[in-house]
């Protein structure tokens, strides 16, 4: 992508070099680059032309100039101002990063709602009685809370992405331009065979490999808000029980409910969570083990499972026995 056109003050030529430095290490930075755009035309407007004008209260003031009222849209601008800035700290075009205020912190953190199994049977009961589009939605839906897709993820699968023979889901170029495979059990395995076969039942001139596994019109990838509406529309039938300070059901708190329901089942099992979330952060497609922790809400069935495991460990503590 072309951006010597958006950049006109003395520091688009920078720009430029940050953003092909990042994309070469496979980074979009799409919305950065709107940020930036932003800075650019700042700079100019204030016929700022040289780094050493650019000082800590000119940053302060850019950043007061665009009308960030979430603290998490503030802390994104802010980040990739530092970010551009560190980088021409490394270059040696800086003798320091300008940027010295601190983030905003946020006043709100949504707790996303985590369905259970039955939850999740109901709301798969009632996509699959859709009329015309309840199959679709019924694949879809069970795909991203079987294997905890993002939902942009899903919309973009194509046919050539679904390998039935080693059960797994190619997943192109997700956060980070990265691809990953994502295995799936022989339940799923059926689930998309049939749906594959319905496909090409619908389609008179065959189903090719470049064509999207979720689609309603022409052939063209589901647009991921329509299943998100879709999800919304559902939802007040289930007559959901919403704990006081859970936010409202999302479809992509199916992606949350996944990995919840990953880590109780290990508790379950009597396997030890800290060696496996790696493996579980790499299946999600997370670049570390931290953002997984994002995912991993505490639920009442999961806070009993570890209570449980506590009470085993103290026991044999306490008896004399091993620990291990």
Same mark, same amino acid.
């Given at each position: 992508?072309?951006?010597?056109?958006?950049?006109?003050?003395?520091?688009?030529?920078?720009? +430029?070099?940050?953003?092909?430095?990042?994309?070469?290490?496979?980074?979009?930075?799409?919305?950065?680059? @709107?940020?930036?755009?932003?800075?650019?035309? &700042?700079?100019?407007?204030?016929?700022?032309?040289?780094?050493?004008?650019?000082?800590?209260?000119?940053?302060?003031?850019?950043?007061?100039?665009?009308?960030?009222?979430? *603290?998490?849209? &503030?802390?994104?601008?802010?980040?990739?101002?530092?970010?551009?800035?560190? %980088?021409?700290?490394?270059?040696?075009?800086?003798?320091?990063?300008?940027?010295?205020?601190?983030?905003?912190?946020?006043? %709100?953190?949504?707790?996303?709602?985590?369905?259970?199994?039955?939850?999740?049977?109901?709301?798969?009961?009632?996509?699959?009685?859709? *009329?015309?589009?309840?199959?679709?939605?019924?694949?879809?839906?069970?795909?991203? %809370?079987?294997?905890?897709?993002?939902?942009?993820?899903?919309?973009?699968?194509?046919?050539?992405?679904?390998?039935?023979?080693?059960?797994?889901?190619?997943?192109? +170029?997700?956060?980070?331009? @990265?691809?990953?495979?994502?295995?799936?059990?022989?339940?799923?395995?059926?689930?998309?065979?049939?749906?594959?076969?319905?496909?090409?039942?619908?389609?008179?001139?065959?189903?090719?490999?470049?064509?999207?596994?979720?689609?309603?019109?022409?052939?063209?990838?589901?647009?991921?808000?329509?299943?998100?509406?879709?999800? #919304?529309?559902?939802?007040?039938?289930?007559?959901?029980?919403?704990? *006081?300070?859970?936010? *409202?059901?999302?479809?992509?708190?199916?992606? #949350?409910?996944?990995?919840?329901?990953?880590?109780?089942?290990?508790?379950?099992?009597?396997?030890?969570?800290?060696?496996?979330?790696?493996?579980?952060?790499?299946?999600?497609? #997370?670049?570390?083990?931290?953002?997984?922790?994002? %995912?991993?809400?505490?639920?009442?069935?999961?806070?009993?499972?570890?209570?449980?495991?506590?009470?085993?460990?103290?026991?044999?503590?306490?008896?004399?026995?091993?620990?291990?």
């Amino acid at each position: 992508m072309k951006t010597t056109s958006q950049f006109q003050s003395f520091l688009g030529s920078e720009i +430029e070099q940050f953003l092909t430095h990042k994309r070469s290490l496979r980074r979009r930075y799409h919305t950065e680059e @709107k940020s930036l755009v932003l800075l650019d035309r &700042y700079l100019r407007d204030r016929h700022i032309t040289a780094l050493s004008e650019i000082t800590p209260t000119v940053i302060d003031q850019f950043l007061l100039s665009r009308r960030r009222t979430r *603290p998490r849209s &503030y802390n994104h601008l802010r980040s990739t101002l530092g970010r551009l800035f560190s %980088y021409l700290v490394d270059q040696e075009k800086l003798a320091r990063n300008p940027l010295q205020s601190p983030p905003r912190r946020g006043r %709100y953190q949504r707790t996303p709602f985590i369905f259970n199994t039955t939850d999740v049977e109901r709301l798969l009961a009632l996509t699959k009685a859709l *009329p015309k589009s309840g199959q679709t939605y019924y694949v879809l839906f069970t795909v991203l %809370y079987g294997l905890g897709l993002r939902v942009g993820e899903a919309c973009r699968l194509c046919v050539k992405d679904i390998d039935l023979q080693r059960r797994l889901l190619v997943i192109r +170029e997700a956060k980070f331009y @990265k691809t990953r495979l994502v295995p799936f059990g022989p339940k799923l395995n059926a689930l998309l065979v049939e749906h594959l076969r319905r496909r090409r039942a619908e389609s008179p001139a065959g189903l090719m490999a470049d064509q999207p596994v979720f689609t309603f019109r022409a052939g063209r990838p589901m647009n991921p808000g329509t299943p998100s509406q879709m999800f #919304h529309h559902l939802v007040p039938q289930l007559r959901l029980t919403i704990p *006081p300070g859970v936010s *409202p059901p999302r479809l992509h708190d199916l992606r #949350h409910s996944f990995a919840v329901g990953a880590l109780t089942r290990w508790y379950r099992l009597d396997l030890d969570p800290q060696t496996r979330l790696l493996a579980l952060a790499t299946f999600m497609g #997370h670049v570390d083990v931290n953002s997984t922790a994002i %995912y991993l809400t505490t639920t009442s069935t999961l806070l009993e499972q570890a209570n449980q495991r506590f009470e085993e460990f103290a026991t044999a503590v306490l008896s004399g026995g091993s620990a291990s």
